[in-house]
């Protein structure tokens, strides 16, 4: 915060005299050139939201019918939709979120990351990856959820709450879109097309878990938002590291 601007506020001089201390730190939580300002401050807010969300989630799957009665309402609907040639269409892309294709595209992104000189990237993947799935399977049996019941498309024995699939997706594919977009830095329409087509896959993943019957709408929302949290932990990471290796703490987000 420039002197200027605070000599023309006289209740944030009165602030700073009074609490300097408290002053400095929100001023310096408010810096838009510091990645350690207010970019990491809004992270941060963002990740407690993704929480706040996930605990109200549980709360009403526990306590309000309404969720479960939604749920149920959406299982039921796609009954008359689940035809061929959709079903194999939706057993095609729920392997994306299987945790062997996973694996087998998180090796892979990080052996190209390290061989392009971003080897950077690969801990935060992995931070994002082992603590979104950690943090699934610890909650599927901990609320231990049944599955819908109506059909046997595919065959899973895990409880359902939330989704292994649309956590993996947004935590896998979507921290592979977001290394994507750094790299492009002066075509705001690719970094775009970047964004919507990693929505678009994700978004797909999780669909496929209702469609083909083995998730309810909440258990794939609760997902992303385990998925969206990890990631917002590994963008983090990923930027703070990236900042420390430039010898500063600006960010250096392409314009």
Not at 65 to 92: C, K, S, T, Y
Not at 227 to 247: D, I, P, Y
Request: with cysteine; net charge positive; hydrophobic share 50%.
């Amino acid at each position: 915060m420039s002197l200027q601007w605070v000599r023309d506020r006289p209740v944030m001089a009165l602030f700073e005299h009074r609490f300097p201390r408290a002053f400095r730190f929100v001023g310096a939580r408010l810096r838009t050139k510091r990645f350690d300002g207010l970019p990491l401050t809004l992270m941060v807010v963002f990740a407690i939201y993704l929480v706040s969300l996930f605990g109200g989630l549980v709360e009403e799957l526990h306590e309000a019918e309404g969720l479960v009665r939604l749920d149920n309402a959406v299982d039921h609907w796609f009954d008359a939709h689940r035809v061929q040639p959709f079903i194999d269409a939706m057993e095609w892309l729920t392997l994306w979120g299987q945790g062997p294709t996973i694996t087998i595209v998180g090796l892979v992104a990080s052996l190209l990351w390290w061989s392009s000189s971003r080897g950077h990237l690969v801990i935060p993947f992995w931070i994002c990856l082992i603590g979104a799935q950690v943090t699934t399977w610890s909650a599927k049996y901990i609320i231990a959820r049944t599955r819908p019941s109506n059909w046997d498309l595919i065959e899973e024995h895990s409880p359902a709450f939330p989704s292994g699939h649309a956590t993996a997706a947004i935590s896998v594919y979507g921290f592979i879109a977001y290394s994507v977009w750094r790299t492009i830095h002066t075509q705001p329409r690719a970094r775009f097309e970047v964004v919507f087509w990693g929505a678009v896959a994700i978004a797909l993943i999780g669909f496929s878990r209702i469609y083909l019957s083995v998730h309810f709408l909440s258990d794939v929302a609760s997902g992303y938002l385990v998925g969206g949290f990890w990631l917002a932990v590994a963008v983090v990471v990923t930027e703070w590291r990236t900042a420390r290796r430039t010898g500063s703490r600006e960010m250096s987000v392409p314009p």
